[in-house]
């Protein structure tokens, strides 16, 4: 697990004010029906021991996907 990030938040996951870790994790989804793999960034909970991604998160992880979906169709 990479981390870049730590920040005290309000963790929506547990509802307890702690330390948030911005993890980069290694991702798959099906995108028009193409397994794309691509590193999506997460906030990480230790205390649920569980990932989750507010809208910037989203959107960005949306980017990223499409982006490896891109440079998977420029190998083809
Ligand atoms: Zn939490």
Redesign the pocket.
């Known amino acids: 697990m990479n981390i870049i990030k730590k920040e005290k938040v309000l ?6 004010e ?1 330390e ?1 870790s911005d993890v980069i994790v290694r991702d798959n989804q099906i995108y028009k029906e193409v397994n794309v793999t691509f590193d999506a960034i997460y906030h990480y ?4 021991d569980d990932y989750f991604e507010d809208e910037d998160l989203l959107a960005q992880n949306d980017e990223a996907m499409k982006k490896a979906y891109f440079m998977l169709n420029q190998q083809n």
């Open positions: 963790c929506p996951l547990c509802f307890e702690h948030v909970c230790s205390i649920m």
